[in-house]
């Protein structure tokens, strides 16, 4: 009889903590492992330059214009109105990647996931095989660009030409688009490599 009231007892306590570790390991593979930003001291200074990016996703599509510009310290892109009004800053420099306070919007995706993005657009390949040594991320070039890749899944497809910057992230399903401003008044459907 007292084994009978002991054994209960301890099945519960084992299925507590058996109902406990699937939580954690289940809140452990929920959560994304963002990919280290490359070191901007390895990136040559630009002057300011405005583009017009096209951000595309299932549930919207939003047009902005984007000021950016880098130097050794830092990676500024203050993403604009059509009209010209700031809507918000991403910064990348030490400290990791941030949006200022001052936003006029919420944007979709996190300054991590905008300032990595745009890291594997503005950095060489080479650069980035370099950065993603030793972790579980990789990049493989391909004919018109590059594919960045998470564990062996490939989680952004980046496609480069003068016209036109394609980011396709495959594991958010957002598209982002990056045209120089002197061609904004053209379809991007003939500026930019087809996904």
């Given at each position: 009889m007292i084994?009978?009231?002991?054994l209960p007892r301890f099945a519960r306590r084992a299925c507590a903590l058996g109902v406990l570790a699937l939580i954690l390991l289940a809140g452990c593979a929920g959560r994304a492992e963002q990919a280290a930003l490359p070191d901007l001291t390895r990136l040559a200074p630009e002057p300011k330059r405005m583009e017009r990016l096209i951000i595309e996703s299932a549930k919207h599509n939003q047009e902005l214009l984007g000021v950016i510009q880098h130097d050794h310290d830092?990676?500024?892109?203050?993403?604009?109105s059509p009209q010209g009004q700031r809507l918000l800053t991403l910064v990348m420099d030490s400290d990791g990647a941030r949006f200022l306070p001052d936003a006029l919007f919420e944007p979709p995706f996190s300054a991590h996931w905008l300032a990595s993005r745009l890291a594997w657009t503005l950095w060489p390949v080479a650069e980035l095989e370099n950065q993603f040594q030793h972790s579980a991320w990789s990049v493989r070039r391909d004919d018109s660009g590059h594919s960045v890749y998470h564990r062996g899944q490939r989680v952004a497809s980046i496609k480069l030409s003068e016209q036109c910057k394609l980011i396709d992230d495959i594991q958010t399903g957002h598209r982002l688009y990056i045209i120089p401003i002197e061609l904004a008044g053209q379809n991007k459907?003939?500026?930019?490599p087809p996904v």
């Open positions: 084994m009978a009231a002991v830092s990676l500024r892109m203050a993403l604009l459907e003939l500026l930019c």
